[in-house]
């Protein structure tokens, strides 16, 4: 099962996780990471640069974008993950992949893929939820077997996206995203979620049954994944006291 860590706040995620993730780029200076994007991460990135550690190996895979926005757009997830990610980490640019941005876009996603695997696949994949249950640009429905595609979004995703646009109207309304089985494939997925607003999309992804109808539940097929989340996004849990228990038990030799 999933290791699961209930942190005071998203900060101390961010440390956890920046632990994780400097330990994993100490043992291989050319690391593959999977780079989510979203409110979520950005305490990852926040205390991964704030560490000052040489990143310009590092290779990195965007986990989704959106399709149909003008090249220049600052919400693209190529502009956030200029700006938020490669910017500040000192990342290199021509190091860091994003979907939809490597050729046309009808054969998009099978470049992408051919590209992941030809960089001997992502070893750290950093994965947000939406309130949706959905991972990467996943909705309900995907298929665990599927990979990087083309895919629609629901309008309930558009609305929580809404917030970094001028209004819903302007928010695609189609994506790219590695899909489940790209996730899946991930050496080591560390997924993190903040707030009530993702209590239920929690509870679903852990303690829920492995079904479609809630992509992030597709983690319970994955035999090494941290959940890192806050008392809010916790607070459905069923087996908190087991998650503490375990987390305070820990081996003192055992990373992440
Ligand atoms: C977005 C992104 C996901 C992200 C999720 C949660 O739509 N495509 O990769 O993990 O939804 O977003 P946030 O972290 O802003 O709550």
Partial sequence: ??????????????????DAILALVARKPDAVLGLATGST????????????????????FALDEYVGLPDDHPESYRAVITRDVVGPLGLTPEL?????????????GEDYEAAIIAAGGIDIQIL???????????EPGSSFGSLTRVKTLTRRTREDNARFFASIDDVPVNCITQGLGTIRRAGHLLLLAFGASKADAVVAALEGPVTASAPGSAIQLHPHVTV?????????????????????????????
Avoid: C, Q
């Fill in 1 to 18: 099962m999933a290791e699961v860590v209930i942190v005071r706040d998203a900060d101390e995620a961010g440390e956890l996780a920046a």
């Fill in 41 to 60: 991460p950005l305490s990852v990135y926040r205390a991964i640069a704030a560490r000052h550690v040489d990143l310009s190996r590092v290779r990195g």
């Fill in 96 to 108: 860091i992949a994003v979907p939809g941005h490597l050729g046309p876009i009808e054969t998009a």
């Fill in 128 to 138: 947000g939820l939406g309130t949706d249950g959905h991972i990467g640009f996943n």
């Fill in 228 to 256: 890192l989340i806050d008392e809010a996004a916790a607070s459905g849990l069923h087996n908190v006291e087991y998650y503490r228990y375990a987390w305070a038990n820990k081996p003192a030799w055992e990373g992440l």
